[in-house]
């Protein structure tokens, strides 16, 4: 029955942690848990980024993983789009040579697939950073990248580390240029899966990139009025996805049939449709005469090739004891926990109050798991007028409306503020995420109560109002606890540098050109801030 020929089988990032303050360790038999690449950026070791990308690698092949939906080469200049979390920050040049490490990793070194590599699928082409206004390209209202500040070049800069590397495959972004010209030619309004002058010219021309482009998820799809809408309010209370509601994103070319969205991707470049999954558009397009069968056989022997590079027509199996046995193991959790507090950017330490003893002090947690901190020799109490010491976390606040993925309204409010200020500052009905975190912060200042405070940050925030109410201020891009108390102790340092700016007040965040790097006025902190002690 067909053609023997073995599956491919690709994931989003698997590898980076998530704070759950009732978890005192990482599950047995998880992936190993690094910092999210914001974390990686803000380390800025570029040998330390090719070891966790081998490391991944590893634990990738052992599950039968071949193929990794990453990395992410766009830039946070636009500190308001919702998927910062996955770049390497705003500076060009550091991302370009952290997604050159991180393919070198995944893949083995830069020679191309070998039989041990993991497929790596750099994306999103031609750099899906300068959001309009952050709105993100999963939907209608947010399809349009801008370049009011004429950087489309300083966005290309990255993936000139992934070239390098010989990476695998290529993902454009859902969004359309809206205004762009590039070497003196304007350039089609057209999502980038569906623009010849970005993938055949741009990619396959000026970079020779001889690789798979595999589109992004669902571009020749429509989106429909459910789509528009996305979940309902008791959908929303019932805890449903939003990516249970069915979504296209075919910018642009939203005219057109299926069949001629199918033609006209494979004439741009396209060799493998992502998220899709009946072939008969796509038939209709070859039969039809849209699409020769010469550009089928030409995509299909791209994809080929790496399937036997792999080695996948030898062996496309796992050894499920090996697998046990490598994924997660000591070894690696150990570089990964290693890497969580590295990353911790320290942004204030007043009196340098650390490194810090515990000595019996009585602490006070918000967010904190209490056996994580009486494991350190901390007394923990539920009282603030018994604390010695506070020690707070929070994430980074928001704006989001959770009907749609990725928030995908306006991420007003990046600062933290009361609920009161919220509605009063805010016409969307989206869920605001920092208030109920900015009251604790507010409580223990009130109190007297000396402050650590370490920010999630998944995107800059604006940490104007509660800079002040801390004695140590710190950054994580995803951290155990234990790597929290390792920095606080001094047992591990803080040496991470903020890998965006944090600006200083939300007029200074809409002053902002999306496309260009550090331009924030008086930003609260700069690009590359980080205390050493």
């Known amino acids: 029955m067909g053609l023997g020929i073995p599956m491919t089988v690709s994931t989003d990032p698997r590898n980076h942690f998530t704070h759950d303050p009732n978890a005192t360790s990482i599950g047995a038999g998880a992936f190993s848990q690094w910092p999210e690449t914001l974390g990686l950026a803000a380390i800025g070791d570029a040998a330390l980024v090719q070891r966790f990308g081998d490391i991944a690698r590893q ?44 393919i070198e990793g995944f893949q083995q070194g830069s020679d191309g697939i070998g039989k041990e590599s993991v497929v790596t699928v750099v994306k999103h082409f031609a750099g899906a950073g300068p959001q309009k206004d952050g709105l993100d390209a999963h939907n209608p209202w947010g399809k349009e990248q801008v370049y009011p500040g004429g950087q489309f070049a300083y966005h290309l800069v990255p993936f000139e580390g992934a070239f390098e590397a010989k990476v695998g495959a290529v993902m454009p972004y859902y969004a359309l240029p809206e205004g762009l010209t590039h070497e003196g030619q304007a350039i089609e309004e057209v999502g980038f899966g569906f623009n010849r002058q970005i993938l055949t010219d741009l990619l396959r021309g000026h970079f020779k990139f001889d690789g798979v482009v595999l589109s992004d998820w669902g571009i020749v799809n429509d989106c429909n009025a459910r789509c528009e809408q996305g979940l309902t309010q008791d959908e929303v209370t019932a805890g449903v996805s939003p990516w249970t509601v069915p979504f296209g994103m075919s910018w642009g070319v939203e005219k057109l049939t299926k069949a001629e969205r199918y033609a006209k991707a494979i004439d741009a470049g396209v060799d493998q449709f992502g998220g899709v999954e009946d072939p008969a ?46 994924v997660g193991k000591a070894e690696f959790q150990q570089a990964a926990q290693a890497a969580q507090a590295a990353s911790h950017v320290l942004l204030k330490n007043e009196g340098s109050l650390l490194p810090l003893k515990a000595d019996g002090k009585r602490v006070y947690l918000h967010n904190v798991n209490a056996e994580v901190a009486a494991a350190n020799g901390y007394i923990v109490v539920t009282d603030l007028a018994q604390a010695d010491l506070a020690i707070v976390r929070v994430n ?15 991420f007003g409010q990046l600062g933290f503020a009361s609920a009161d200020q919220v509605v009063q500052e ?25 402050m650590v405070l370490s920010v999630y940050l998944d995107r800059p925030a604006i940490l ?29 340092k803080a040496s991470g540098k903020l890998p965006f700016e944090l600006p200083s007040s939300w007029q200074a965040v809409q002053n902002q050109h999306p496309d260009v790097a550090k331009d924030s006025a008086n930003p609260l902190y700069p690009y590359g801030a980080g205390l050493a002690y």
Not at 71 to 88: C, K, M, S, V, Y
Not at 282 to 293: M, N, P, R
Not at 396 to 410: C, K, N, T
Not at 477 to 490: E, K, M, N, R, Y
Request: proline share 6%; net charge negative.
């Open 59 to 102: 634990e990738y092949r052992a599950v039968g993983i071949h193929e990794a939906l990453s990395p992410q080469a766009d830039l946070a200049t636009e500190p308001r789009w919702g998927r910062i979390n996955g770049t390497f920050g705003e500076d060009n040049l550091l991302a370009k040579s952290l997604v050159k490490a991180y």
């Open 281 to 326: 558009p796509l038939l209709a397009a070859v039969q039809s005469g849209l699409v020769t069968e010469a550009a089928i056989t030409t995509s299909a022997e791209r994809i080929l090739e790496q399937k036997f590079a792999l080695g996948l027509f030898e062996n496309p199996y796992v050894d499920t004891q090996a697998a046990v046995a490598l």
């Open 396 to 410: 980074a606040p928001g704006e989001q409306d959770p009907r749609f993925p990725f928030g995908s309204i306006h």
């Open 426 to 450: 805010t016409a969307h009905e989206g869920i605001y995420r920092g208030a109920d975190e900015y009251a604790a912060i507010q409580a223990v200042a009130q109190a007297g109560v000396p």
């Open 464 to 492: 104007t109002e509660v800079a002040p109410a801390a004695q140590v201020l710190l950054a994580n891009f995803g951290a155990l606890d234990q790597a929290l108390f390792d920095v606080i102790s001094g047992k591990a």
